[in-house]
């Protein structure tokens, strides 16, 4: 009996569907059309001059969406008149045209020779922008052939130069690339890591889809950490963005994300909310594939709560009872199954056909589960190398046989019930039924057992990393305690209320701890998303730090970034407390750099903290702000160069530490 298990993959690899049919997408390609009919047209009144090359050159790229075919073929009539002219910029334009739709045709190796010319053009035409987008296209070439390492070296190089230019948008568009290739292998610290780069670029740029496609990739990084919390806000998020900017693909593919994090809490009402609401989003798109997707997730949710639970908790959505929950398992993996076929998706088909043979053993329809069987074994020929398929042949072969075995059992039962055979034979029959059953149900508790203790296990872990910082919480889980480490290069910022206590009085516990949580909340965002450690809150204070556990070159860079977002909150949320009447929390801030020790404090209710003077002069620094602003010491300022816009305060004293150089933060600087 199989006990079905949801891959970690499919939190988030199962809900990237690529779709072309929506409705914007079709206003888009409409668009698209027309300009390349008017290109067309004045290709038609032009001569063999420069300005036809770059007619050719544009037509080209604009076929590659559509046409790759037509694109390769307006790319080497182009590339054949700008050698005839010796136009080395057009030249260069019409190899990387036709290394783009090479790309759309598949043919790796050809885009990377067209490439390869693009680059030797612009390197010696000294022409950086064009090197850095060849660089770039490199690398994702490579990712598509696997090579990781190769694809990271051309981005890195492609990064390198678009900062060297500071074109911002080139700027993004690699970090969030570099986050891709990270996330491929595995190294999910990385991803979050450029991914944030990368967000806090697209909003700078003000490239709202840019934001919304890194709140999603970033909480797929989180979710492949197991940190679902974490994933399910960065989630919810690329939702609200996406439905703001009215792009179907994107709400579709996170409310997919969602349900599936819901469906690994057991919260199954929630999940099929989230599920069925992209069901219907991919109907209206009219995505076969995403159709597909929706259906076999749903399937899935239907067949573990069979699996799963004794009582079935109601809801929207839910079943009366475990067999009406078998069958819509089984109705919706068809719906997947057959529009699978319809989507021509050989990949997505081959994977719910494995849990639908499942569901049918589970219902005795040992007949479908055969056929069904013998199509997976075919897509696996189909998707995998022969190598591969060798190596899990085994595996598949013993479970085929299975099924014609328990068929044989099922035709000689009828045959001898027909004949009416002895009833030893029927009794014997029966016993050793009820044998198996009871085989199977021994096996079936010890494997909800491992599986009840494995999810046990899971909550204790993300419990232990929402309280201590990844690095720490494995030494502890290790050694069963954790080293404190000295960090040299850190940067510290306090948060503290101007006028807490007068304010308390005036307002219920209630809602001095909403108001609290909603400020507090607020910031772990911001801290979360700039790659921050949260240290802890002390009643209204609020403690954050950059460049630990692990160093980060620019942790004072990102502390203060966080400051001024902050900053920019708390503004906000005066003028909305204002309009309404309301009382409001008013702010102080203090940032300080330098060297801290770190680690856990005690042996109950732990928590990680920080020590040293570096804390206390950040301290100080807030108690010698002014209200709303912000304030850093000289050290800190030593690290930002020229990012930020800074008031010079001179030496002021500080209680303890004497006279210290104090700077406000006025905002970001151009340069920045």
């Given amino acids: 009996m199989h006990r079905i298990k949801i891959p970690q993959f499919l939190i988030w690899g199962v809900c990237i569907v690529v779709v072309f049919c929506t409705q914007s997408g079709l206003q888009a390609q409409l668009q698209g059309r027309e300009r390349l009919d008017s290109l067309e047209n004045a290709l038609k009144r032009t001569g063999k001059d420069t300005h036809r090359v770059r007619i050719l050159a544009s037509l080209s790229m604009g076929y590659s969406d559509y046409d790759a075919g037509l694109g390769l073929k307006r790319a080497e009539e182009g590339l054949a008149l700008s050698r005839q002219l010796a136009y080395t910029t057009g030249t260069a334009r019409l190899w990387n045209a036709l290394a783009v739709n090479y790309i759309n045709s598949g043919n790796n190796l050809k885009a990377l020779h067209a490439l390869n010319q693009a680059k ?67 190294n999910y610290r990385q991803t979050i890591y450029y991914d944030s780069l990368a967000l806090v670029r697209h909003r700078e740029n003000n490239d709202l889809e840019g934001v919304a496609i890194q709140l999603g990739n970033l909480g797929n990084a989180w979710s492949d950490l197991e940190q679902y919390d974490r994933a399910l806000g960065f989630y919810e998020q690329a939702l609200e963005q996406f439905r703001k900017l009215e792009m179907p693909e994107g709400i579709a593919r996170n409310l997919n994300s969602i349900a599936v994090i819901y469906q690994i809490r057991k919260d199954f009402p929630t999940a099929f909310s989230y599920q069925f609401q992209a069901l219907e989003t991919y109907r209206k798109m009219g995505s076969l594939s995403g159709i597909s997707i929706a259906c076999g997730n749903i399937g899935l949710y239907y067949y573990r709560i069979y699996q799963d639970f004794k009582i079935i908790p109601p809801g929207k959505y839910m079943p009366m009872n475990k067999s009406q929950c078998l069958a819509l398992s089984r109705d919706y993996l068809q719906r997947c199954a057959d529009t699978g076929r319809l989507a021509q998706d050989p990949g997505q088909l081959y994977y719910f056909l494995e849990f639908l043979t499942m569901v049918k053993e589970e219902t005795g329809d040992f007949k479908g589960a055969l056929q069904d069987i013998k199509e997976y074994n075919h897509l696996k020929d189909s998707i995998f190398s022969i190598e591969s398929q060798v190596k899990v042949e085994q595996l598949t072969t013993e479970r085929e046989l299975a099924l014609k075995d328990k068929q044989i059992i099922i035709d000689r039962l009828e045959v001898e019930k027909k004949r009416q055979r002895e009833l030893f034979f029927i009794a014997g029959i029966l016993v050793l039924i009820v044998v198996l059953f009871l085989i199977w149900r021994s096996l079936r508790r010890e494997k909800k057992a491992h599986h009840d203790l494995a999810l046990e296990k899971e909550k204790s872990d993300s419990l232990l990393l929402n309280i201590l910082p990844g690095q720490v919480a494995e030494e502890l889980k290790e050694k069963g305690a954790s080293d404190a480490r000295f960090h040299s290069d850190v940067t510290v910022l306090f948060i503290d209320f101007v006028g807490f206590t007068n304010i308390t009085e005036k307002m219920t516990p209630a809602d001095l701890v909403s108001e609290l949580d909603y400020c507090f909340a ?56 204002e309009q309404a009447g309301r009382s409001f929390f008013d702010f102080r801030i203090g940032i300080n750099s330098g ?78």
Avoid: C
Avoid at 534 to 561: C, F, M, N, S, W
């Fill in 595 to 672: 060297s801290v020790v770190a680690g856990i404090v005690g042996i109950k209710k732990f928590a990680y903290d920080i020590w040293g003077d570096t804390v206390n002069l950040a301290a100080r620094m807030e108690q010698n702000s002014e209200p709303g602003k912000i304030n850093i010491s000289g050290s800190t300022r030593a690290l930002l160069t020229d990012h930020f816009e800074l008031e010079y305060r001179g030496k002021i004293e500080a209680k303890n530490k004497g006279a210290v150089d104090m700077y406000f933060v006025l905002g970001r600087s151009g340069k920045a």
């Fill in 522 to 577: 607020a910031f772990d965002r911001i801290v979360t998303g700039l790659g921050l450690e949260k240290i802890k809150t002390v009643g209204d204070a609020y403690i954050t730090a950059g460049g630990l556990p692990e160093p980060q070159a620019d942790h004072a860079i990102r502390v203060v970034i966080a400051a001024l977002e902050i900053q920019q909150f708390m503004i906000q949320y005066r003028q909305q407390r």
């Fill in 120 to 186: 030797s053009i612009n390197e010696t035409s000294g022409n950086r922008l064009y090197l850095a987008q060849n660089l770039g296209n490199m690398g994702l070439v490579y990712d598509q052939m696997g090579d990781y390492p190769k694809s990271l070296d051309y981005l890195f190089k492609a990064l390198k130069i678009f900062e060297a230019i500071n074109d911002k948008t080139g700027i993004a568009n690699q970090y969030g690339n570099i986050g891709n290739i990270y996330s491929r292998m595995h």
